[in-house]
Every structure is written in structure tokens, then in C-alpha cells.
């Protein structure tokens, strides 16, 4: 398994739109540039995951346990549905206590949060984490090519790269990992 035992650099978690929501909405558009953008910047062997990867009819709650806990890192584009959402909530709770297990106790530093929809102080406040801020974003498929949120989706690359030549391989049984949700918002 490439990438010190893990097959994922980082996975990417974030609030999917409603389901009468239309496919291009800009949640999962700006998951998806935010991805393509950040892969292209990856300087690792293990590349990124999103939940669209997932094949179809493959039980959710399953595989998306397992990439998670197979991933070094998660990076969390934050809306104001996030922390609402009991996925997003349980992916969040998930990776702090791989946190806990790959850095020790009361260290952070694998999750990485990307502000799109409030200010990056209003998550911070919220979440005791400083999130790189793409609040301003409207159109990712051309905004997120600008110089300066091109210089921060190489600073999160290089974090991201960072982690996976750090981080040693997972200390968990992945295989019997499971996200906990509660009832889902």
C-alpha cells in the first residue's frame, strides 16, 4: 500500500446539497474543482478522495469508514450546513480521534478546514480551528484558478504532503472502523 500504509492523502468532506438540489450545485461544484485543483499541486503518491469515487451500490456508511480511516488527513470544506449535517459531523468527530491516535493525545493537525461560506473567523470561533479562507468564492471553476486562492490551495498541498511523509501508518483496524451518526439532518 502506498503512501505509509495509507491509500488516501487526504479526504475531502463536505456538505452535499439537498437531494432536489440540481448536480451542478455549487456545494459539490466547488468539491469538485477544490479537488482538481489540489491534485494538481500534490507532490505525494496517494492522491485525494471524495466521496464521488465511491462505486455504485457499495454501502455508504461502510466505505466511507473505511476511506476515511485509510486517509492521512481530511481536509473539511465548511458551510453553514456542516456542522448541522450528521455525516459531516461524524467525519469531523471521526478524524479527531484518528487525531488523537496518529499525532497523540491533545495534538491537531489532520484536519484541515477550508472557509466557503462564512468567515474564517466565525469558524475558527465555532470550531477552535483556522481555516483557510474561500469565502469569497462564487464561481470555483474560475475563481479557484486565481493567484492567491492558487497560493492557498499550495499551501494546504504542502501541508497535505507534509502529513503523508510524517504520519505513520494507520494504528487503527481500519477494518473495523465505523463513523458514528447520529440521526441525520
Not at 29 to 48: D, S
Not at 99 to 113: N, Q, T, W, Y
Not at 148 to 172: D, F, G, H, M, Y
Request: some cysteine; proline content about 6%.
Amino acid at each position: 500500500m502506498p503512501g505509509n500504509g495509507f491509500e488516501h492523502a487526504c479526504f475531502i468532506s463536505y456538505k452535499h446539497p439537498p437531494k432536489t438540489a440540481p448536480r451542478d450545485h455549487f456545494y459539490r461544484r466547488f468539491a469538485v474543482e477544490f479537488r482538481l485543483q489540489l491534485e494538481r499541486r500534490l507532490a505525494t503518491n496517494v492522491r485525494t478522495y471524495l466521496d464521488e469515487d465511491a462505486d455504485i451500490g457499495t454501502s455508504y456508511p461502510s466505505e466511507l469508514s473505511q476511506k476515511l480511516c485509510k486517509s492521512v488527513c481530511m481536509i473539511a470544506i465548511l458551510v453553514p450546513e456542516y456542522p448541522d449535517s450528521s455525516w459531516c459531523r461524524a467525519e469531523w468527530d471521526a478524524m479527531e480521534k484518528l487525531e488523537g491516535k496518529r499525532l497523540g493525545a491533545g495534538k491537531r493537525g489532520l484536519i484541515i478546514p477550508v472557509a466557503l461560506r462564512r468567515s474564517p473567523d466565525e469558524w475558527n470561533n465555532l470550531l477552535k480551528r483556522k481555516p483557510e479562507d474561500f469565502s469569497k468564492v462564487v464561481v470555483p471553476e474560475n475563481q479557484l484558478g486565481s493567484v492567491s486562492n492558487v497560493t492557498k490551495i499550495q499551501r494546504i498541498a504542502e501541508k497535505v504532503a507534509q502529513l503523508v511523509s510524517q504520519v505513520k501508518a494507520p494504528s487503527e483496524d481500519c477494518g473495523q472502523f465505523q463513523l458514528q451518526l447520529a440521526g441525520e439532518t
